[in-house]
């Protein structure tokens, strides 16, 4: 079935930047959405449209996306920032619509 | 404020079927459409399909046709999956979640129901 490619994890000491990928074709041509999940609860937006941030995230969680490669960006991270972090966006041209990435563990050092 | 608020968990023997409801509150619930995500244990997520709260249509993942129900009852604020023939692999955790169009993104999501199908 039709999934982002991310890596399964990114390890980063505090206060250091995270980099989380989500690939494929073209995605610079799709709008990426980002959606952090702590252990044990909801998954939570943090990116949408690319890049903007819904209220209440952190000026730290940033968001790009070109050619075929969207990439979630975390400074000065923070030992609240582990989590599994997805990406996701909407094709017209897939069945499943509103497709997924992999998934991410971002583990703090 | 917004909140979607789920039922509780459910232990299914494989073949039956299930039905999960998800209350809206803080918002005009035919405004945005309602999603349903599920995620199998240590798994990613999986989108399973929509329902327009305003007009009743769906659009369901090909993987679940035939298999799945999407409703709403407006006068309550309350949406409702329904899977049938339920498998083990069916055991998953099932979030709702809304979304201001059919492409946008997922900004609300409802606390999860874990499904357990066994025998």
């Known amino acids: 079935s039709y999934v982002l490619t991310q890596p399964p994890s990114v390890s980063v000491a505090p206060g250091e930047t995270a980099r989380i990928t989500c690939g494929d074709n073209n995605i610079g041509g799709k709008i990426v959405h980002w959606y952090q999940q702590r252990p044990g609860q909801a998954p939570i937006l943090v990116i949408y449209y690319d890049g903007d941030r819904p209220s209440g995230i952190p000026e730290r969680f940033s968001g790009s996306n070109s050619g075929n490669t969207a990439t979630l960006t975390i400074s000065r991270v923070e030992a609240g920032d582990e989590a599994d972090y997805y990406c996701q966006v909407w094709d017209s041209s897939s069945d499943l619509r509103y497709v997924f990435g992999t998934g991410t563990k971002v583990s703090v050092l | 404020q917004v909140l979607l608020v789920q039922s509780g968990a459910e232990v299914k023997k494989p073949g039956a079927s299930v039905r999960l409801s998800c209350k809206a509150s803080g918002y005009i619930v035919t405004d945005y459409h309602l999603h349903w995500v599920r995620q199998a244990p240590g798994q990613g997520l999986e989108w399973m399909g929509w329902?327009?709260?305003?007009?009743?249509?769906?659009k369901f993942a090909q993987k679940f046709q035939g298999r799945v129900t999407m409703t709403r009852d407006t006068s309550i604020s309350t949406g409702y999956v329904e899977l049938s023939g339920l498998r083990s692999d069916d055991t998953a955790v099932y979030y709702c979640?809304?979304?201001?169009?059919?492409?946008?993104?997922?900004?609300?999501w409802g606390q999860g129901t874990l499904v357990i199908v066994s025998s």
């Open positions: 979640a809304r979304s201001a169009g059919i492409e946008d993104f997922l900004d609300h």
């Open positions: 329902i327009s709260p305003k007009s009743g249509d769906t």
